[in-house]
């Protein structure tokens, strides 16, 4: 079931309305459960066995750890709850990818041998919400989170539909409470709630829809051989593509769950207006780069041993982040290539100085853009191989660079991609100035109403001719 389809909409329709006539806290939990298993279920049931199972497992570990005061036992029942959530997300997301992977390094050495073939489809959303049981249990297991006492509280804080199956990653301490307390009906969160699905809908069906036609062209081959004018479409096509729709998808989310009284975290801030890599880390997919920080990169040492140990930390989390985004090396590249800008900002004291310069500069501080301009051709460069279907197919647009070769159609290609990313950027400033969580959100009722006629008004004329499901889908 997508964001972005009439299915949705009557899902909302029907689900909003039942759920607010109920008064009664564990009655809404155990309609909204219904309705989120049902959204799953939407589209394969069989998963529906999965994350009951791992629910039904963490829920339990997680009332034994806090019961028990014996370090052995502990620990055992956070191995177990742990090993199985990870033992479904790598048997699911990277059976194939290291099956193959391993035939490839054995082959040409002569030691090729019979490896298993097995059709394994990926769960829906399985990346996300393992990352939430995770997150849980650990919490739990260092007493910094009480365990739920039921056990439909914890399967809707797990399966709550808005964040299902692309996040954002919620943290236990942040919703899990929202879904034990009693909720009442606030209009104002209601057309908060509104306004964000509609910005929501903005960024995915007008600006990342329209990117991604420039974007399909380029990867596909269908712009021509590859050149710089090739390499810089495909590039900044796929940047905008994947801001819109995933801030879109958060959009969405976050607006679905403002109308029925809960909050979840904002997933981006400006990215594209960051100064420095690790200025873009802390506005980019927030629910995952906190979850790597706190999960991944404390517990391996973070910091606090050498500058050595530091840049090793901060390479890991980041190739383990990349792989958690698909099983493809494509992914691993990506997650390395921010490890290494990273780590070389740090080795150089480059981050020291630009944190001071940020502070003194202002918006619109030229020296300011010159830095985002900077951080944000970086961060391109990634994207194509996070875009691209193989290693083989980024390092052939790569060659582009060093080819001139201009065709009219790309100064149309160039002026199609500003009128849908223009608008968005526009925006962005305007959000960083206010530091809204969407658009005129602080603004007076007109103003705001004329911005939502705005808005619907774009995604009727203008919202992109071919459909595209969401990208992190597929995470």
């Known amino acids: 079931m997508l964001f972005d389809t009439p299915v949705y909409l009557v899902f909302l329709i029907v689900v909003v309305p039942t759920y607010w006539l109920l008064r009664r806290r564990r009655q809404q939990n155990l309609l909204l459960l219904a309705a989120s298993y049902f959204f799953y279920g939407w589209w394969d049931w069989r998963f529906l066995s999965l994350i009951l199972c791992s629910t039904i497992v963490d829920f339990f570990c997680a009332r034994a750890v806090a019961a028990s005061d014996r370090p052995f036992k502990r620990k055992g029942l956070l191995v177990l709850s742990i090993g199985v959530n990870l033992t479904f997300l790598g048997f699911f997301k990277y059976f194939n990818f290291f099956v193959d992977s391993l035939a490839a390094v054995l082959n040409p050495l002569g030691l090729g041998v019979a490896m298993p073939v097995l059709r394994v489809i990926l769960p829906p959303g399985i990346s996300f919400y393992t990352f939430q049981e995770i997150a849980y249990i650990v919490d739990v297991y260092f007493r910094e989170l009480e365990p739920a006492d039921s056990i439909v509280d914890y399967a809707l804080f797990i399966t709550l539909f808005p964040h299902l199956i692309a996040g954002p990653i919620q943290r236990p301490s942040h919703l899990l409470p929202q879904v034990q307390q009693p909720r009442g009906f ?103 780069s906190t979850w790597l920080r706190d999960y991944l990169y404390i517990p391996l040492g973070g910091n606090r041993g050498t500058n ?118 526009a925006i962005d400033i305007l959000m960083e100035r206010s530091q809204e969580e ?38």
């Not at 959100?441 to 595209?468: C, D, I, M, T, W």
Request: aromatic share 16%; with cysteine.
């Open 186 to 288: 606030d209009d104002a969160k209601v057309l908060d709630g509104m306004m964000l699905i509609l910005s929501g809908l903005f960024r995915k069906a007008v600006v990342a829809d329209n990117c991604a036609l420039i974007a399909n062209a380029a990867f596909d081959g269908r712009l021509g051989a590859p050149s710089l004018p090739v390499l810089a479409l495909g590039a900044y096509a796929f940047a905008w593509q994947i801001y819109g729709d995933f801030s879109g998808y958060s959009d969405i989310a976050r607006g679905s769950a403002q109308l029925l009284g809960f909050h979840f975290m904002v997933n981006f801030r400006q990215p594209y207006l960051a100064q420095s890599v690790q200025d873009f880390w802390r506005r980019w997919h927030i629910s995952l």
């Open 438 to 475: 969407y658009v005129f959100e602080k603004r007076r009722l007109p103003l705001r109403f004329a911005a939502a006629s705005a808005l619907l008004a774009a995604l009727v004329l203008f919202a992109g001719s071919e459909p595209n499901a969401f990208i992190y889908f597929q995470f």
């Open 308 to 425: 050595g140990r530091t840049y090793g930390n901060l390479m890991t989390t980041m190739l383990l982040g990349g792989l958690w985004h698909g099983a493809n090396w494509t992914f691993v590249i990506w997650g390395g290539i921010h490890g290494g800008i990273l780590a070389v900002s740090r080795l150089l004291a480059v981050l020291r100085r630009a944190r001071a310069r940020s502070s003194d500069a202002g918006l619109a501080s030229p020296t300011a853009w010159a830095r985002r301009i900077v951080v944000f051709h970086l961060v391109c460069f990634a994207w194509i191989f996070f875009r691209a279907a193989s290693l083989a197919d980024a390092l052939h647009l790569l060659e582009g660079a060093t080819v001139w070769a201009w065709r009219p159609e790309y100064a149309i290609a160039f002026r199609f991609l500003a009128v849908f990313v223009l608008p968005l950027l």
